[in-house]
């Protein structure tokens, strides 16, 4: 009862499963949080075969219901939670003219709704647990933009300034919670290099150029490169940090 738990939506890859390795590192108990059931069981087993401390559960982002039953069980199981990485997110592409109603609106579901689901039956339980730390996964897309990411930009836009209203929220009314939200740059997941492989030519070679090709670093990030600092804001190291944004970007948005 005394470890503390950390719940990560999207856990199963990418900067989710980085996130929830280096958190089950510094001595969380994590809490794998997928729509793909099977990969964030397999995740879990791998954190536990070294050692740690993991488990699994299944989550839809955008649906209420199932929110409700994966807080109620880390309730149930452990009694308390301490962080919370909204990480779980569609990244598809698209311009005005290409971007379809229904394609807007599941993105804005997934992006935007699961932000808000997550903090809405999270933060009461993190509140009852003495405090904690919650780590929204925006991007450098919610600060600055692209034409081909209309409804991507929208739905992450929407997630930086609700951190921020969160944690205005959560501070005024001194719950102990504080509320973050971190602005990766390119970084090499596999949603990332998926897209691209099914991109065609023309259009993924100029976006590449615009995007990757335009950062001071010049490389991808890494997933581990923003669990790093995830952890950081989890921790008491960014106690007086709440409302904040940082940006992980290798000096895109510098510019």
């Known amino acids: 009862m005394s470890q503390k738990v950390a719940f990560i939506t999207g856990g199963a890859s ?3 499963l980085a996130t929830a390795q280096a958190l089950a590192r510094a001595g969380h108990h ?7 059931t099977a990969a964030a069981q397999t995740a879990a087993e791998q954190i536990r075969s070294d050692q740690l401390s993991a488990s699994a559960v299944p989550l839809d982002v955008s649906s209420d219901e199932a929110w409700r039953s994966a807080i109620g069980s880390v309730e149930q199981e452990h009694g308390r ?3 919370l990485v909204n990480n779980a997110g569609l990244g598809e592409g698209g311009t005005l003219d290409s971007t379809s109603l229904e394609a807007f609106n599941r993105m804005l579901a997934v992006n935007v709704g699961g932000v808000f689901l997550g903090c809405k039956y999270a933060i009461p339980l993190m509140q009852r647990s003495g405090g904690g730390s919650v780590i929204n996964v925006s991007s450098i897309f919610g600060i600055v933009s692209d034409q081909l990411t209309l409804a ?3 739905s992450k836009g929407a997630v930086r300034t609700m951190t921020k209203s969160i944690a205005l929220d ?4 001194n719950t102990g919670v504080r509320v973050n939200s971190i602005h990766p740059g390119f970084i090499e997941t596999p949603m990332v290099m998926n897209a691209a492989a099914v991109t065609p030519a023309e259009i993924i070679e100029p976006y590449a150029a615009r995007t990757v090709g335009q950062t001071p ?14 952890v ?16 992980v970007d290798g000096g895109f948005t510098a510019r």
Not at 30 to 36: G, L, P, T
Not at 217 to 230: S, T
Not at 235 to 246: C, I, N
């Open 14 to 16: 990418g900067i989710g």
């Open 30 to 36: 994590v809490v794998i949080a997928d729509i793909q």
């Open 232 to 247: 950081f804001l989890a921790s008491e190291a960014s106690r007086f940090m709440t409302g904040s944004e940082v940006t």
């Open 152 to 154: 991507y930009s929208a």
């Open 170 to 173: 959560c501070a005024t009314r």
């Open 81 to 83: 939670l301490d962080v």
């Open 217 to 230: 670093m010049g490389r991808f990030g890494q997933p581990d490169e923003l669990a790093d600092v995830i």
